[in-house]
């Protein structure tokens, strides 16, 4: 599955703003918040090679500090909420879950 936007250019970048590790806001507004954990152990977990996974299939992320929730990693939220041992599949669900229910941006 690929998320794009026919008048957009790919838009699935990881998204750092100098001096911090994260944003929480989007370029995207219609699109729901995604951001993956990078702390230490969901990166050793596979945090980052999933932003980039994420990345890969157009789905656009931005790069999330630790949350303390070491033992679900990886960590992703969409729109805040947190999904524990994040896969692909699961961030695409919660993602469809939410454009269809037309949720977007705002949960």
């Not at 994040?86 to 469809?96: E, F, G, L, M």
Request: glycine share 8%; hydrophobic share 35%; with cysteine.
């Amino acid at each position: 599955m690929r998320w794009s936007h026919s008048d957009q250019p790919c838009f699935a970048d990881i998204e750092v703003i100098k001096g911090l590790s994260m944003s929480t806001e989007s370029k995207y507004p219609e699109l729901p918040t995604i951001e993956v954990c990078f702390g230490p152990e969901c990166s050793d977990l596979g945090g980052r090679e999933l932003a980039a996974e994420l990345k890969a299939q157009g789905i656009p992320c931005l790069i999330g500090d630790c949350r303390s929730q070491c033992p679900n990693a990886p960590l992703v939220l969409v729109e805040n909420r947190m999904i524990t041992h994040a896969t692909a599949q699961k961030v695409q669900d919660r993602v469809k879950s939410l454009l269809d229910s037309g949720s977007g941006h705002e949960c």
